[in-house]
């Protein structure tokens, strides 16, 4: 018998518990640094150093951060379900736990691409220095989409959300366009479950919506509860 398939949505939320650091909460900084300063293409051609160093700090973040109870619940549906899983988030921590079906939107952090051809991308964990070019001699950039430029996989991501049987939302206030608007791909009736200790929805917005208002780890107990 097929599995149900589960289509996770996940936000900064999930990743605040093991100690990554968000802007959503900060009124638009991250880190210290404006987001406009550190995450558009306007901010990369003024000051291309900074950014450079704004994101080999944030690379170098990931390897004093471990995944966390909620990462590894979302693994754990893997033996009953047919999880994938759509995420916000430029982190591993994902895939560090195990889970094996994660589409960033994104972009990731240990990873670059080449500024003369999109598709040109490279593993990374070190620093990102000016000079360091692709083979095609352009110099390399975070592999992160930035405000104001297209999501390469948002298609993708609406094509993997209409399939879904049951929706989990964690840690993301789903207003963030376009990746808001992958809510509104799934069928109708489905379950859906949103897990945030200060949910942005009412269940007078979508049929069968059960609100976990709860950080992530302990949200996941809960829900791994239901759904097992």
């Known amino acids: 018998m097929n599995k149900k398939q589960i289509v996770v949505l996940t936000g900064a939320g999930i990743s605040a518990e093991s100690g990554i650091k968000t802007f959503r909460d900060a009124d638009g900084l991250w880190e210290g640094h404006d987001v406009m300063e550190v995450a558009t293409p306007k901010g990369w051609n003024k000051n291309t150093e900074l950014v450079l160093d704004f994101y080999n700090q944030r690379r170098k973040q990931l390897f004093e951060v ?3 109870k909620a990462h590894y619940l ?3 549906l893997e033996e009953n379900y047919d999880v994938q899983i759509i995420t916000q988030n430029v982190d591993d921590l994902h895939e560090r736990a195990g889970s094996n079906n994660v589409l960033h ?5 240990r990873k670059v691409r080449s500024t003369a051809d ?3 991308v490279y593993n990374w964990d070190k620093d990102l220095n000016l000079d360091d070019n692709c083979k095609k001699d352009s110099q390399l950039r ?3 989409v930035w405000f104001g430029e297209a999501v390469p996989n948002l298609t993708l991501a609406e094509e993997i959300t209409r399939t879904a ?3 989990i939302i964690i840690g993301t206030s789903m207003q963030v366009y376009p ?3 992958l809510i509104y791909t799934i069928k109708s009736g489905i379950p859906i479950y949103f897990i945030d200790p200060k949910p942005s929805v009412s269940k007078n917005q979508f049929k069968n919506l059960t609100i976990i208002a709860e950080k992530a780890t302990i949200g996941m ?6 759904l097992n």
Do not use: M, T
């Open 66 to 68: 471990k995944p966390n």
């Open 74 to 76: 979302l693994r754990s």
């Open 118 to 120: 999109e598709s040109l």
């Open 179 to 181: 990746a808001a608007n």
């Open 105 to 109: 939107l994104h972009g990731e952090l």
């Open 221 to 226: 107990k809960k829900l791994c509860k239901i």
């Open 165 to 167: 049987d049951i929706i």
């Open 142 to 144: 975070p592999h992160i």
